[in-house]
């Protein structure tokens, strides 16, 4: 029997690349298939293979035997079929599609031509399947939404067997109408990665470009990472960053961790060294471990990445989210501690000065604490995964 993981395994985007790795640490069986928009290989930066969903969807659309599939996290709930498809390539047609269907109040043909590109054929939203039996065990890990519209529109969701997701207002409106035992609040499966990777460990897996940083800058050194529509405030993070190394005398690394469409940190990270006035430098495409080890390794952590954050929390490393995003807004208020719980993510303007708050008065036994917490509490969720899929595994039908 074979067992389904359903993520964005298709694009160069850590997160997403990282979570297939920690569910391994996990399951029971080797015989695990992972499926993604489209057919992808990330091997060579230590991630998965991906066959695309229209495989998965053929394979499993008239299945009368046991199945186990499970969607791998991220923020899949009410992530329809056009937005997911953008991540893969720039859809200047399908944004053209939403605008005009939203200025004349017709109905937005994106999601149907995302659909037929991709070749998916069950619905809107793409990470919700329909089970195709009974015998089919269907759990969701620790996943997140930017959903706003009625959940129970969702027809998947009604289906899963278990459901963890990782912020609480979408727990609260969930827990409404689904089965409260079926349904947890976890924080994200990354939180176990300085467990699994443990500091020390790290730079036997990193490559000789990625180990040159921290022996360059064995002093220590900031990381910065941000999207690439933070464009617009080019001028207000550059002034802000040389702020900082004058204050802290740190030197910073740019570092890209997605490089997809609508991530494409690269961009800004380019321009920025060309232009820091202060000693800086950039890490180019890297694996997974490389992301991991500079983060773990780093006085600091910066960056609109919710996963550079996570990570950062994971081993104890201080940290300040940019940008006003929801999603990673939400996750440092309601996981973090003092003064990230209570900042949340900062404007571009106030980088520096939340930068410093946070090196000034974040108590580091309570950033080692709250690291073990978290692990602990996404260990259990994953672990009950795990019993999950053994018990199934074991049980006749």
Same mark, same amino acid.
């Given at each position: 029997?074979?067992?389904?993981?359903?993520?964005?395994?298709?694009?160069?985007?850590?997160?997403?690349?990282?979570?297939?790795?920690?569910?391994?640490?996990?399951?029971?069986?080797?015989?695990?298939?992972?499926?993604?928009?489209?057919?992808?290989?990330?091997?060579?930066?230590?991630?998965?293979?991906?066959?695309?969903?229209?495989?998965?969807?053929?394979?499993?659309?008239?299945?009368?035997?046991?199945? @186990?599939?499970?969607?791998?996290?991220?923020?899949?709930?009410?992530?329809?079929?056009?937005?997911?498809?953008?991540?893969?390539?720039?859809?200047?047609?399908?944004?053209?599609?939403?605008?005009?269907?939203?200025?004349?109040?017709?109905?937005?043909?994106?999601?149907?031509?995302?659909?037929?590109?991709?070749?998916?054929?069950?619905?809107?939203?793409?990470?919700?399947?329909?089970?195709?039996?009974?015998?089919?065990?269907?759990?969701?890990?620790?996943?997140?939404?930017?959903?706003?519209?009625?959940?129970?529109?969702?027809?998947?969701?009604?289906?899963?067997?278990?459901?963890? @997701?990782?912020?609480?207002?979408?727990?609260?409106?969930?827990?409404?109408?689904?089965?409260?035992?079926?349904?947890?609040?976890?924080?994200? %499966?990354?939180?176990?990665?300085?467990?699994?990777?443990?500091?020390?460990?790290?730079?036997?897996?990193?490559?000789?470009?990625?180990?040159?940083?921290?022996?360059?800058?064995?002093?220590?050194?900031?990381?910065?990472?941000?999207?690439?529509?933070?464009?617009?405030?080019?001028?207000?993070?550059?002034?802000?960053?040389?702020?900082?190394?004058?204050?802290?005398?740190?030197?910073?690394?740019?570092?890209?961790?997605?490089?997809?469409?609508?991530?494409?940190?690269?961009?800004?990270?380019?321009?920025?060294?060309?232009?820091?006035?202060?000693?800086?430098?950039?890490?180019? @495409?890297?694996?997974?471990?490389?992301?991991?080890?500079?983060?773990?390794?780093?006085?600091?952590?910066?960056?609109? %990445?919710?996963?550079?954050?996570?990570?950062?929390?994971?081993?104890?490393?201080?940290?300040?989210?940019?940008?006003?995003?929801?999603?990673?807004?939400?996750?440092?208020?309601?996981?973090?501690?003092?003064?990230?719980?209570?900042?949340?993510?900062?404007?571009? %303007?106030?980088?520096?000065?939340?930068?410093?708050?946070?090196?000034?008065?974040?108590?580091?036994?309570?950033?080692?604490?709250?690291?073990?917490?978290?692990?602990?509490? %996404?260990?259990?969720?994953?672990?009950?995964?795990?019993?999950?899929?053994?018990?199934?595994?074991?049980?006749?039908?």
């Amino acid at each position: 029997m074979e067992l389904a993981i359903l993520g964005a395994f298709d694009r160069y985007n850590y997160g997403d690349l990282l979570f297939p790795l920690i569910l391994h640490k996990f399951l029971p069986g080797t015989n695990i298939m992972h499926y993604g928009l489209s057919e992808a290989d990330f091997t060579e930066i230590g991630s998965v293979q991906a066959k695309p969903f229209s495989e998965f969807f053929n394979k499993y659309k008239n299945s009368n035997s046991k199945n @186990v599939i499970i969607v791998a996290g991220g923020s899949v709930v009410g992530t329809r079929a056009a937005i997911l498809y953008s991540f893969l390539k720039h859809t200047p047609i399908l944004n053209l599609c939403r605008y005009i269907s939203k200025i004349l109040h017709l109905p937005n043909p994106a999601d149907k031509i995302a659909q037929k590109k991709l070749n998916i054929t069950w619905g809107n939203y793409p990470f919700f399947p329909v089970k195709p039996n009974n015998k089919t065990l269907l759990i969701y890990n620790a996943v997140g939404d930017n959903f706003k519209g009625n959940l129970q529109e969702i027809d998947g969701l009604k289906d899963a067997d278990y459901l963890s @997701v990782r912020n609480k207002s979408l727990f609260d409106r969930l827990k409404c109408f689904l089965d409260k035992e079926k349904l947890a609040l976890s924080p994200d %499966s990354a939180s176990v990665i300085s467990s699994l990777w443990p500091k020390k460990s790290l730079k036997n897996l990193m490559t000789p470009e990625a180990k040159s940083i921290l022996t360059d800058f064995k002093d220590g050194y900031i990381i910065f990472q941000a999207k690439a529509k933070t464009k617009w405030h080019f001028r207000a993070i550059r002034k802000q960053l040389n702020r900082l190394y004058h204050e802290t005398k740190l030197p910073i690394v740019l570092l890209s961790i997605g490089r997809a469409c609508r991530h494409e940190d690269h961009i800004l990270s380019e321009r920025l060294s060309q232009k820091l006035s202060v000693p800086s430098r950039t890490a180019n @495409v890297m694996g997974l471990h490389d992301i991991m080890g500079l983060i773990a390794h780093s006085s600091m952590f910066i960056g609109t %990445s919710l996963h550079g954050n996570i990570t950062a929390m994971s081993y104890a490393v201080p940290h300040i989210g940019i940008t006003p995003i929801r999603k990673l807004d939400h996750y440092l208020k309601h996981w973090d501690i003092e003064p990230v719980k209570t900042m949340g993510s900062v404007k571009v %303007s106030h980088l520096c000065d939340a930068a410093l708050t946070v090196l000034q008065n974040t108590d580091r036994n309570e950033l080692q604490k709250n690291a073990e917490r978290l692990n602990l509490l %996404s260990s259990e969720n994953l672990k009950k995964i795990s019993q999950l899929v053994q018990d199934y595994l074991n049980c006749s039908y």
